[in-house]
């Protein structure tokens, strides 16, 4: 294992501003707020293992606003495993007068993904999730629901739901189908967010969960700690439908005007999933106005025209690189062997934890961060949080992160994908994790033996001539 990687942790101080929400124009005009903004990413190669601990940078810094709080705790997690150490404050700041209110996803059976999430319910009561709404929303999706098959061909072996594409390469067309392997039935949304509102005025949010492998250091995160205001009342008013008013998935509101902060030399964007649909209102014209670089680390890339956009970008002469999850890369829709077949440089990481972030940085300026997953669902269907930070020394840092991380992986990895269970990804075989999510871990995984099988084959992909056409037509003929 190399040497740990330096976290460093940006402030930006300013002057007096708004001190609530309501004071917030809602044109989009960045309105100034007294406080600081710090990134923390986390350098999954420091852990060999996942942890009950809290000796990560990202968990400390959650730890310490906890216990601080002298007034209200709101928090929107997916769930919990493990970290007693966040539970025993959480539990200890109400037992000294402290408002403790919490959200936590549920499927449609009621359970919770996490295997701590029941005791910290039962440790707080005040606990809620979005059962409730996952149940109406699935019946008015059983009386919707309809087939429709697109029209390409299917790939051999795939039975869910088909997803068609082409990208223009200029003088050629890519071409592909793309679909799971299993059928997929439709199941429950997912309150997927990351986020602790202290005293309303803290907010610590991004994609870690809280869990072994999440806050205990295990998985490449990023987290955003927030001193603000104007920001956490943003948040508040997000958790507040959730809790208060039950309102989760499609049944928000759209805001009536965009949520921007300004803090020292930093503007920060705020967007909530589903009503605001981050990837199509704001990722997807970044990435398009992008000029110099982009660099991306991504748990799952799914999302058919973000990846168009890279293309483009990468076209135009705009650097692209991606660092993919090893899991995500076994998915059946992604999308990253159809970057590497337009040029663009992919490394799926080989790591024992997750590449978990869900993030970038553009041009040396822009820096996107959060809880939403770059796919059709993290945009419009489940709970999510994305915050835009326009900061070159922000930018800087996640740079410098990202290349070291870059460096970290073998470039056996730019051209082939790495078993996430199997002696390939370091530590996988002795961390005592299912890594591939097959009910199998360390030594009774067959990837983890000397004769590793050979990872399950992906949806083909084909680039074919353009022959004169103008646009990128599915089902073109070779």
Not at 26 to 34: I, K, P, Q, R, S
Not at 59 to 70: D, H, P, V
Not at 131 to 155: F, N, S, T, V, W
Request: proline share 5%.
């Amino acid at each position: 294992m190399r040497s740990v990687l330096p976290l460093i942790s940006l402030f930006g101080m300013l002057a007096c501003g708004p001190k609530s929400s309501t004071d917030i124009p809602t044109d989009g005009t960045a309105v100034a707020d007294e406080g600081s903004i710090r990134l923390i990413l986390n350098d999954p190669t420091q852990f060999e293992r996942p942890t009950d601990n809290c000796d990560a940078e990202h968990c400390q810094a959650l730890l310490e606003i906890i216990e601080g709080a002298t007034q209200s705790i709101d928090f929107a997690i997916y769930g919990m495993r493990n970290q007693t150490k966040i539970r025993d404050a959480l539990v200890a700041a109400k037992s000294r007068g402290v408002v403790v209110r919490g959200v936590v996803d549920r499927d449609l059976e009621g359970k919770n993904y996490y295997s701590s999430t029941e005791a910290l319910v039962d440790a707080l009561g005040d606990v809620r999730s979005d059962l409730k709404a996952d149940r109406k929303i699935a019946k008015q999706e059983a009386r919707d629901r309809y087939d429709r098959e697109p029209k390409c061909e299917r790939p051999e072996g795939f039975e869910g739901p088909l997803q068609c594409l082409a990208y223009d390469l200029g003088e050629s067309c890519l071409l592909a189908a793309h679909a799971s392997r299993e059928p997929l039935e439709g199941g429950a949304k997912i309150m997927h967010d990351k986020f602790f509102i202290v005293d309303r005025r803290f907010v610590w949010t991004g994609s870690t969960n809280v869990s072994d492998s999440g806050t205990g250091g295990y998985n490449a995160n990023l987290v955003t700690v927030v001193d603000s205001k104007v920001l956490a009342g943003w948040y508040t008013d997000e958790f507040e439908q959730m809790y208060v008013e039950g309102k989760y998935h499609g049944r928000k509101p759209k805001p009536s005007g965009q949520k921007k902060v300004t803090l020292g030399d930093a503007e920060l964007e705020v967007y909530f999933s589903p009503q605001e649909s981050p990837i199509s209102s704001r990722l997807r014209p970044l990435i398009r106005g992008a000029k110099d670089r982009i660099d991306v680390a991504v748990f799952f890339l799914t999302h058919k025209h973000i990846v168009g956009d890279l293309i483009d970008a990468y076209r135009r002469g705009v650097r692209v690189r991606v660092i993919l999850d090893a899991t995500g890369a076994k998915n059946g829709y992604t999308k990253h062997e159809l970057l590497r077949a337009a040029g663009i440089a992919v490394k799926v990481e080989h790591w024992g934890g997750k590449m978990h972030m869900k993030s970038a940085v553009i041009d040396g300026e822009t820096v996107i961060t959060g809880s939403m997953n770059w796919t059709s669902s993290g945009d419009t269907k489940n709970d999510e949080n994305t915050i835009i930070v326009h900061s070159p020394a922000l930018a800087k840092q996640y740079e410098a992160f990202f290349e070291t991380i870059w460096n970290d992986i073998p470039d056996a990895w730019l051209t082939a994908n790495p078993d996430p269970e199997s002696k390939d990804s370091t530590t996988a075989c002795s961390d005592g994790v299912d890594n591939d999510f097959d009910h199998d871990a360390d030594a009774e995984d067959p990837g983890c033996g000397d004769d590793a099988p050979p990872l399950p084959a992906l949806p083909p992909w084909r680039i074919v001539p353009k022959n004169g056409r103008l646009t990128c037509e599915l089902g073109m003929a070779e």
